[in-house]
């Protein structure tokens, strides 16, 4: 009935790094959050504070920078890659590394009708993301993106739901149905020569189609549709989750008013959202080992 | 030597307002943060806490939904100027209102290579901004916009600057120069038939065309020349103002790794920042009144 | 090789509810965030859009309001429990439910030297958790708080660590350690007749003396020994998970101006910082099931 | 009709500084947030990019630093003036400064029943707030709080206030009254042998008691009698100046389920909100300047 150290991990978050690439006079932007975490033999470590095993943290940000330097990270995924197995590698007490990059998205500045060759706007609110494991377990790549708003302001409904004492909702024939969205996919096999800039905006474009283009009964089974849809198109991704808040759009009574409003003057609610998580996943999927989520379960 | 009542207002903070437009199938998205502020005939609500003056922020919400339902707010310059002389015009204690109006930026979703008729996708991260102001000095509209984050990664330099003894900064002929711009300007005559949607964005447009294309010398040298070029452009405008942080971008002293580092690799930095103010005015400009901010002077 | 549904839940998140008990003139406030989410038989609700099975996400917000009428939330854990058990024992769909709350702090107003009866002051910024999960593997109540900021000005150092050849950092014997706590800790058997509100101050306290007065060799060492405090301290508990961000404080060079700085002057940084996750656990531990985070991996 | 430079300052904006008193074993902590900004001769550095008489905001950050190293920033009003002073007597371009601090709270850790001598807990919400100004027209000294979070459950009604057409409110003889609070004061003679941290204490001390003890008709009225009590209380004040969103708690509408509702489950909304400057003044109070905001008026 000991107590024993349990799941652990250690590293440097949110390095901020921008990378410049200066091709002749015409400039390139990556602008990234860097993380990266480390697990391994660093018991010791805890139990009696001995550091010799503990590659600093101020390490860790130093070897982003240099990785950064020495390749251009884009795209994000095989850079994340080459740093991750960096750290388990060349690091001898490191027996797993976990890299999460997330791509701020930046557009050229139009002027004068022309994209500028050095000057970019800052684009969003939607972020590209990335987490890579190197583990035991094997090799794990999640691609992504989260805070992409989206709103239909018809193809929505909600009805014939279950009903019990408590509910006072009526159910609507026509609503707008927004979201913010946050998702994420996994491959099959990683190591395999994926464009992963390619498979990125192919993604996005078919989860952004299927929230569009289907008549929605509810978040729910639009969420299903896309990441099925995204599964179909990319035979290399395995599975795919989604977050998606519902943030509620409520029609305005505009009656004591004299007015109608036929889904035209919405009020924008903050809190309470509705919370749907949803995902699909090949019947023969390897397994996901930790590729959601860092093993300690603290987000 | 008495104590008096000094600068007061009240008003409705941040209604969050989405308006739709149906046209047939394809719908027109307008969403607002919409805040009002009145000033009147209030100090018995202060003194002796006699309501009988006080029109309910309540109400003023429920006037900001009726109004967008009878006026699309669009552009939010006129729809502001309207609820502001309802105000003033239509509830007796009141002498001046203040209504101000973010607009968050959406675009159609992409659906196959077409832009989508009800799906849309929220841009930024600026935001568009107006606050009108109807008072016993007359009527200000100030236009303007937040959060637009732009940056160039060459043709700025820093040099030649005063040198005290806690001087540590070396000059530099090449950095990136990076902001989040806050621009309001103001309008001699704002009671014109202008055309406000036409103006903000040939303003923004000459604003990002002047921190492009102008070789900075320093950030002011920068703010001055895109107030002029704005001001030149558009002979309505009689002030413009720019706050603008100077959000630095740190070239990484990769030499400890046998690495050099020709402005390739920066870490973004987040406080602190420099922080600019930057003017430009018609010297026959009328007055500002209390157009730039409430007039309590409290954020 | 088909594509099948994979994990999923839905509820409604934030719900922002204050309870005021009213006993005579003195008032108890209970300030809550509260979000709930179901699992279950909703493959339908997301395969072909059939909603019969789901009770909307608007009555999980008024099963909440209506629990906190009939029950004063007050500790968090039993309330939690009870509303969770209620949608798993009376909504025939539903097979598992999480309910997690956030307490906000208050204190009562000191009023002429004396707590005022129903006049309060937050404090924070630390906000006390919980998230109680009743699932067919059973019964889970994870206790906890986040953002609790803590800081000592001495007692820390970091030397005799890893050293590569990108490595530069140099080892201190006496620095400030600041951290921003969240921590969760799980018990044996949460049936058990707990007195939480109690168990709750005291593994702060605990936490709280150990990183106050261990001599501390590394952040890793801090956390650890915190977590085994709190194990020795409480048996009930049978394991505890910790997240530390190492805010980092810097030490000014003042050289170049003649001033020396010996650890007085600092400058605390936003970004990067250190991230340190450890945990002690007890070996005969049951499972912790999803004890920890939502089973579908996605924050 | 030229186009002219209008208002214009510039400064180093969020210099987070940690200053560490180390008196024995016994040490003090003082946590700021130091924003600087000068004015003066810059023309030649916005029209013609000419930098000879521009202080980098690099060198106000250092000497920042400097004067917190030579100046215990305790009380931080008389550190600020100080620091003010600085920039306009000994650099020669400089005729105006203002330095806005804020100071964060801490308090001791309470260890085995004990405070620590040198392990502290953050405190809040609220935050401590100073603005100085020394200009050609004298020197303002404004002390203040900004989110100061309070709430009474009872004690408060609103009734009687104007109703038009779009009035749909209904009156209330008790409901929550909550707030954060924004407050700001003046001295008459800031040059005054001040003991701020006492009048700060005092100050706030005076207005919560206001707030808990008024029968409140209206949070305009509970303003206005919290800045007359601070100015009765305290002659050396010439103004104050309060903001305050009423931040709603909605009474939940428990009907439908059977259940009375008499105030004890609320719903806190967070937009939109009330939102009530109001001020109390001396009739004989000196000119207020430019003490209240930045001359610029963008916030």
Chains 1, 2, 3, 4 share one sequence.
Do not use: C
């Not at 990378?19 to 932007?29: A, K, P, S």
């Not at 149905?177 to 474009?205: C, E, G």
């Amino acid at each position: 009935m000991a107590i024993v150290l349990g799941p652990h991990q250690y590293g440097k978050a949110e390095t901020r790094l921008v990378r410049v690439v200066r091709t002749g006079e015409r400039h390139e932007l990556v602008d990234l959050n860097v993380s990266t975490a480390l697990r391994g033999h660093f018991d010791a470590a805890h139990l009696e504070g001995d550091q010799h095993n503990v590659l600093p943290t101020d390490t860790q940000k130093n070897t982003a920078y240099v990785w950064a330097k020495r390749f251009v990270p884009d795209p994000i995924e095989s850079w994340a890659l080459s740093l991750a197995r960096h750290f388990v590698d060349d690091v001898e007490p490191v027996t797993g590394a976990r890299v999460e990059v997330e791509r701020l998205g930046w557009t050229r500045a139009d002027v004068g009708g022309a994209p500028h060759r050095h000057t970019f706007l800052r684009t969003g609110p939607e972020v590209r993301t990335a987490a890579v494991t190197v583990a035991a377990d094997g090799v794990h790549v999640v691609q992504g993106f989260k805070d992409l708003v989206i709103l239909k302001s018809t193809g929505s409904a909600f009805r014939d739901f279950l009903v019990d004492d408590l509910t006072t909702l009526q159910p609507t024939d026509d609503r707008i149905m927004a979201t913010s969205l946050t998702v994420r996919w996994r491959l099959s096999d990683p190591a395999a020569d994926t464009d992963w800039n390619a498979l990125h905006a192919s993604v996005q474009a078919v989860l952004v189609e299927r929230f569009a283009n289907l008549e929605s009964l509810a978040l729910q089974q639009t969420l299903w549709h896309m990441g099925k849809a995204a599964l179909e198109a990319h035979p290399e991704i395995a599975e795919i989750r989604l977050a998606a808040p519902n943030k509620h759009h409520f029609v305005v009574d505009l009656a004591p008013f004299g007015e109608a409003n036929p889904n035209e003057v919405f009020h924008a609610d903050d809190r309470p959202y509705g919370l749907i998580h949803a995902s699909a996943i090949r019947d023969d999927a390897p397994p996901a080992g930790d590729a959601w989520l860092p093993f300690t379960g603290l987000a």
